[in-house]
């Protein structure tokens, strides 16, 4: 299966979407866990939910990022800056994408704390604790990823919208489900 120059195909499209879905479900798992006081289950049951589909996100780029590999994308819209702009604002998401749970995993290491895929296999700890270095990551993951993260999202959603609206070609549209 393959695109063709003017849409993505319904495989890129799903993934595209189970990451907006993914992603959104992450961010609501840890805001939601600060409801609860410390030793409340349900405080380590949504950060539990985090750990698990931050490590979901990076599986399904793995097989998002070999997709893209596989199969034409649509020519991209618009000058050269703007498409130079819109492979760095790609690429960099894809980046941020992998760096958030792989900082994750290496934080809960370094703490000293296991980190489950729901419940179903443990990620192998290749770190030895160090709550030092744990609070670096910490910083980074949280302080610099995800303000970095949430910069590009926004930065993507506010392209797509100046496409549709403004320019009114079809690279919103290109993306959204077919009726």
Known sequence: MSNSVKR?????????????????SVWGAVELHEFYE???????WFMQLHFSLGIGVLLLLTLRLYWRTRHKRPQLKGN??????????????????????VSGIAMRQLFGRSSEFFGLFAVPELLTKNPDLGK?????????????????????????????????????????PQR
């Open 136 to 176: 670096q990551i910490a910083f980074l993951h949280k302080e610099v990823l995800w303000p970095s993260l949430l910069i590009l999202v926004g930065l993507h959603i506010v392209a797509a919208l100046w496409h549709h609206f403004v320019i009114r070609d079809n690279t919103l549209s290109r993306m959204l």
């Open 8 to 24: 993505w195909n319904p495989v890129s499209k799903g993934l595209h979407w189970l990451f907006v879905f993914l992603l959104i």
């Open 38 to 44: 410390r030793g409340d289950p349900m405080r380590g």
């Open 80 to 101: 050269q800056w703007q498409k130079a702009l819109s492979g760095l604002t790609h690429w960099g998401l894809y980046l941020l994408i992998i760096a958030m749970p």
